[in-house]
């Protein structure tokens, strides 16, 4: 069951395809493999060996705030698979 229904019940559909949207999923990627990296270069080779696991954990912490804070601000409440919801109330 489709979620974005016009008036009269019907689906509706975007013109714009699916694959213009490449582009920012490849900088996202990247952005998160060069950070990544960096975290772990860090934990490994500049944290003192019995603090290596705490810098992993404050890093791998402020990813996880920073993953929920940018899912608060994606707001797109009608996706039924994620949700699990068909309704619009």
């Given amino acids: ?14 013109s714009l395809n699916v694959w213009i949207q490449s582009g920012s999923y490849v900088l996202i990627a990247l952005s998160e493999i060069l950070a990544s990296i960096t ?5 490994f ?3 003192p060996k019995n ?6 954990a404050v890093f791998l912490f402020t990813s996880a705030i920073s993953a ?3 899912e608060a601000f994606n707001c797109k409440p009608f996706i039924s698979a994620k949700y699990g919801r068909t309704d619009r109330s």
């Fill in 51 to 56: 603090m290596r696991s705490l810098v992993m």
């Fill in 39 to 43: 975290g772990l270069e860090y934990a």
């Fill in 68 to 70: 929920a804070i940018g």
């Fill in 45 to 47: 080779t500049k944290a």
């Fill in 1 to 14: 069951m489709s979620t974005c229904q016009d008036a009269d019940g019907n689906p509706v559909t975007s």
